[in-house]
């Protein structure tokens, strides 16, 4: 699978500093214009990236939903059509997981990459 970068980013806590890497590898990609619930897939690190590309029509919605596999609630939940290409991070545990895919008068387009953290106890 193809990989992409991210920008790099240090985050510093009292205890703890994470480091994001610069490289997440793509895990799924899902396409289509209806609602939809996608495949299963395995995450095996703690952060995910969603990544999608909109095209909408006069009057759009597109919501993506996250959940856990055998969890009766969502994960996370993203309103996408306010940006049409976007992103945003997911900060989740290892495991299996699928999205909900609420679409009107929108064609997608989504990607799940899997990122890896480093993280350094201590100054």
Not at 57 to 73: H, N, V
Request: glycine share 6%; charged share 20%; hydrophobic share 35%.
């Amino acid at each position: 699978m193809a990989e992409k970068g991210i920008k790099s980013k240090w985050v510093r806590g009292p205890d703890v500093i994470k480091y994001t890497p610069r490289v997440a590898r793509a895990c799924a990609t899902f396409t289509g214009s209806a609602d939809r619930f996608t495949e299963l897939f395995a995450i095996p690190s703690q952060q995910i990236r969603i990544s999608w590309d909109l095209n909408l029509g006069q009057y759009s919605t597109f919501w993506i939903t996250l959940y856990e596999f055998e969890a009766s609630y969502q994960t996370e939940s993203w309103h996408a059509s306010d940006q049409p290409n976007g992103n945003t991070m997911a900060y989740i545990s290892p495991g299996t997981y699928y999205l909900e895919f609420t679409a009107a008068d929108t064609n997608y387009e989504v990607t799940i990459e899997v990122c890896s953290s480093l993280i350094f106890y201590g100054e």
